[in-house]
T-cell receptor
Framework: EAGVAQSPRYKIIEKRQSVAFWCNPI?????LYWYQQILGQGPKLLIQFQNNGVVDDSQLPKDRFSAERLKGVDSTLKIQPAKLEDSAVYLC?????????????FGEGSRLTVL | GENVEQHPSTLSVQEGDSAVIKCTYSDSASNYFPWYKQELGKGPQLIIDIRSNVGEKKDQRIAVTLNKTAKHFSLHITETQPEDSAVYFC???????????FGKGTTLSVSS
């Protein structure tokens, strides 16, 4: 079974530029999460989707971050304009709906460097 | 909201020794406590989890204990091996399937 796919793996941009990350969850997984992981810290939830609806976006900086999950499958996370403090790894995770064991399956992440 | 504190931030052991990582949580409504292992350049991977109706769970060399009264839980790794070297994260949520709140992580180094 294929895992969670993310792209790009690495991105370097100047501050005030924009960037977009893409995530394709494990087939059949209804729940999708975006986490931000700053170097030396644990992952911090940005947004949680259930199918194509938002469950929790309370920690998403909505003035610069946006995310969508059209058709309840893959998702994109956009940052515009980027700030230096947005340098981090952006992790996408998915989990199944039925018979949920609680396990989140993470992708390898997209590392963003803002200069 | 929930807050998870994790200690120590780094841990160095000799191969074959045991390693213990401890976490405390703030929200008494939390009842799902997983542990994730993250290797360099990879996403976190679940290694063991425990629910609030269980005090201890074991899977081969790893075990997790939960003290709901004190609101803390611990990861125990016995007979450590070099391949156990990684960053370990504890997490908590109010139920399995909801978003996890992670601790800051513990970098475990196992030297042979």
């Amino acid at each position: 079974e294929a895992g969670v796919a993310q792209s790009p793996r690495y991105k370097i941009i100047e501050k005030r530029q924009s960037v977009a990350f893409w995530c394709n969850p494990i087939s059949g997984h209804a729940t999708l999460y975006w986490y931000q992981q700053i170097l030396g810290q644990g992952p911090k939830l940005l947004i949680q989707f259930q199918n194509n609806g938002v469950v929790d976006d309370s920690q998403l900086p909505k003035d610069r971050f946006s995310a969508e999950r059209l058709k309840g499958v893959d998702s994109t996370l956009k940052i515009q304009p980027a700030k230096l403090e947005d340098s981090a790894v952006y992790l996408c995770a998915s989990s199944p709906n039925s018979g949920n064991t609680g396990e989140l399956f993470f992708g390898e992440g997209s590392r963003l460097t803002v200069l | 909201g929930e807050n998870v504190e994790q200690h120590p931030s780094t841990l160095s052991v000799q191969e074959g020794d045991s390693a213990v990582i401890k976490c405390t949580y703030s929200d008494s409504a939390s009842n799902y406590f997983p542990w994730y292992k993250q290797e360099l350049g990879k996403g976190p991977q679940l290694i063991i989890d425990i629910r609030s109706n269980v005090g201890e769970k074991k899977d081969q060399r790893i075990a997790v204990t939960l003290n709901k009264t004190a609101k803390h839980f611990s990861l125990h790794i016995t007979e450590t091996q070099p391949e156990d070297s990684a960053v370990y994260f504890c997490a908590a949520s109010w139920q399995a399937g909801t978003a996890l709140i992670f601790g800051k992580g513990t970098t475990l180094s196992v030297s042979s």
